[in-house]
Every structure is written in structure tokens, then in C-alpha cells.
């Protein structure tokens, strides 16, 4: 096993100083492969020295200005450090480098979730739900559709966050809104009740419950 596979293994066994000491050497031995400054960084940001992460990005940028993977893990830190601008930058250049991640599409649609911005939001969401399978993924894209009306689209992708994870409580809730706004009450009340039997603390279901259960008198 080569170094680099095995400091990756530590990693994942979450043996990091370990990893760390590994990838020095593998530094040490090619000053010249970002691949090394990279895999490092990554190890510093799962060591909370996001500092020191951020400078092994920057060096492997340094090293090799079309490392469209550096450019993502910056973007990702920056994201987590909530530096939209320099997150949104950086996620952006990576695609015109010719990155095709459903994660990076996800992060620059919260991005502009975040400013508040749903049109600009939904695109991004749009390619990153089309590229992915995750439940989380497919149910941002589903709730920007609900919240900007377009409620057909919506239902379609919250029935296949539900497909997907029959225990999301927020997308069965969301379901019901929909359900709400096109004035089926009683499907409404079925996917609060379903919502509310995998959290009976959701407290938008249980308000919602309470008002749909108000109008029909039940």
C-alpha cells in the first residue's frame, strides 16, 4: 500500500495525528503534487485547524491553478465558516475547471438560500437534486419550489425525499402545507399526523394540526 492510500485509511479510522505525520512525509518526499497539500488540508480541517487547512489549499492552488478539487475543499471551508462571497468564488471557479458534484451544485444553491435569494437558489438545487440521491439534497430543492409556488414541482420532489426516507418528518409536513394550500384538508391532516408520529415534537406540525383540525371542526 502506497503512503498516500494509507494515510487516507488512518483517516478514516480517524486516526488523525497519525494521518497528519503521513502526509509530511508524503509533503516532504513530492513539495511539488498538491495532491499532498490537499489530502492535508483535509486532515487539518477534521483536526479544527482551519487556519492551516486554508494555507494547504492555497498551496496547491499555487501548484496547480486548475486543481479544481482545492478550489471545492476551500469553498467547503469557507461555506462552513460562513464566508459566502469567498465560498460562492471559489465553488464557482471550480465549475468553469470542469467539476461536476452534486455537492458543490447544493452548496452554492444554500448559498444563496442563506441570502435569502430562492430564484437564484433554485437552479443550482435543480442540478445538484438531478446528480445526487440524497434525501437532504432532493428536500432543499423541493422546499425552494414550494416556497417560490411552484407547488406541483414541489409535491413531485418531496414524494421522492419520502420515497428516499419514508422518516422525514420536515418533508411529510411540507407535503401537508402543499396539501393545505390546494385545499385538501384531509390529506393534509394525514401527512401532519404522519409527521408528528416520527416527531411528536415537531411543533410546526403539531400548530398545524391544531389549525387544520379548527377548520373542520374535528
Excluded: W
Excluded at 461536476?100 to 444553491?109: A, K, N, R, T, W
Amino acid at each position: 500500500m502506497n503512503k498516500q492510500k494509507q494515510a487516507i485509511n488512518l483517516m478514516k479510522e480517524n486516526k488523525l495525528e497519525e494521518a497528519a505525520k503521513l502526509f509530511i512525509q508524503i509533503i516532504d518526499e513530492n513539495p511539488e503534487d498538491p495532491i499532498g497539500y490537499i489530502n492535508f488540508g483535509n486532515v487539518l480541517e477534521l483536526m479544527q485547524q482551519l487556519d492551516k487547512a486554508e494555507r494547504f489549499y492555497l498551496k496547491a492552488i499555487e501548484l496547480d491553478e486548475k486543481s479544481a478539487t482545492a478550489f471545492v475543499c476551500l469553498g467547503k471551508l469557507y461555506y462552513d465558516l460562513n464566508m459566502l462571497t469567498e465560498s460562492e468564488k471559489m465553488f464557482q471557479h471550480s465549475l468553469r475547471l470542469g467539476i461536476e458534484d452534486s455537492e458543490v451544485f447544493y452548496l452554492l444553491g444554500m448559498i444563496h438560500v442563506k441570502r435569502k435569494d430562492l430564484i437564484l437558489a433554485t437552479p443550482f438545487l435543480q442540478r445538484a437534486a438531478e446528480l445526487s440521491t440524497d434525501a437532504e439534497i432532493k428536500f432543499q430543492y423541493g422546499l425552494v419550489l414550494a416556497q417560490t409556488n411552484y407547488l406541483k414541482e414541489a409535491k413531485t420532489i418531496l414524494d421522492e425525499v419520502i420515497t428516499l426516507d419514508n422518516t422525514h418528518a420536515d418533508a411529510l409536513y411540507n407535503l401537508g402545507i402543499i396539501a393545505v394550500q390546494q385545499n385538501e384538508h384531509d390529506v393534509a391532516l394525514s401527512y401532519m399526523n404522519k409527521a408528528l408520529d416520527l416527531e411528536p415534537n415537531h411543533l410546526l406540525a403539531m400548530k398545524a394540526k391544531r389549525t387544520l383540525l379548527e377548520k373542520t371542526d374535528r
